[in-house]
């Protein structure tokens, strides 16, 4: 007994090759894997978003680097805010660069978007410290001045400055001397005043600066204080700035990178096969065999 079944056929495109390649290839490798075209809108208008990010990027890093060494040299764990400042602005950079130079497809826009994230935290950091420390340096230079000011009360130096004429050390104004080598006023901080000055010795206001410079500045001298504070300001305004250059990474990043994987996506789901089955039926048949 016999019986024929249902059959089915199958049907699917397929592609077809001889499995055969000549070895050769144009030696031109591709940043992060994938297509380096762009296939959206979105992600032209982020890779010319990218060149503006380089530009700044570029420029910020170069005009942080003064105030990232003065603060090496000059500030308390000064080289932690060397590295700190710095490196915000490389790491968008280097993202930024992946989709300006390298690749703007969905990969280099999420290496940017990572980059800009991370420079973001970083700056966001940045300026908490540099705030801090600005508020600290401000708030000793308003001390060392109410010092300074009233070790000159009662005192009315005249106008004289470096260079002017006196015979005492009165006829200077603040923070000048009356010199006993051509009877100039000089600057306290010039020379040894006790044996330069006419009287033999510095007028207390000169001798009290030095006071309140040890007892209120971070630095060793008001000199020294002024140049911190002023590249602590300058950095400061610049993180502020270059903050929202980070920002502008995140909103680009974000959508080019969305759109790019949309497309890559819709991309390959219309590349996938199609499979298609076919049934018949074939009515079953009895066949009886002869008996011996």
Not at 110 to 119: G, Y
Request: proline share 3%.
């Amino acid at each position: 007994l016999r019986f024929s079944g249902l059959e089915l056929q199958t049907t699917a495109t397929m592609g077809k090759g001889d499995g055969k390649g000549d070895g050769k290839g144009d030696g031109k490798g591709e940043c992060c894997g994938g297509s380096k075209d762009v296939k959206t809108t979105t992600g032209g208008a982020a890779k010319g978003a990218s060149i503006f990010a380089i530009v700044m990027e570029s420029i910020g890093t170069i005009l942080n680097v003064p105030p990232a060494c003065c603060m090496c040299c000059l500030a308390p764990c000064g080289c932690c805010f060397c590295i700190l400042i710095l490196s915000s602005g490389i790491a968008h950079l280097v993202g930024a660069s992946v989709v300006g130079c390298c690749s703007g497809n969905a990969c280099g826009n999420t290496a940017w978007l990572t980059t800009a994230a991370i420079s973001f935290v970083l700056r966001g950091i940045t300026l908490l410290v540099v705030s801090i420390w600005v508020a600290k340096l401000n708030k000793e230079w308003e001390d060392y001045i109410d010092c300074y000011d009233k070790n000159n009360d009662g005192l009315t130096p005249g106008s004289g400055g470096s260079g002017a004429s006196c015979t005492t050390s009165e006829d200077c104004r603040k923070e000048y001397y009356c010199q006993s080598f051509g009877l100039t006023c000089n600057y306290c901080g010039n020379s040894d005043c006790p044996t330069s000055s006419v009287e033999s010795s510095c007028p207390f206001w000169c001798e009290g600066k030095d006071e309140c410079e040890e007892e209120y500045l971070t630095c060793e001298d008001a000199t020294c204080q002024k140049a911190i504070r002023f590249w602590f300001d300058f950095a400061l305004a610049i993180v502020v700035i270059y903050t929202f250059v980070s920002i502008y990474g995140l909103v680009f990043g974000t959508a080019a990178c969305q759109a790019e994987r949309k497309a890559e996506q819709e991309k390959a789901n219309a590349g996938t096969p199609m499979v298609v089955v076919q049934q018949s039926a074939t009515p079953a048949t009895a066949e009886y065999a002869p008996q011996k």
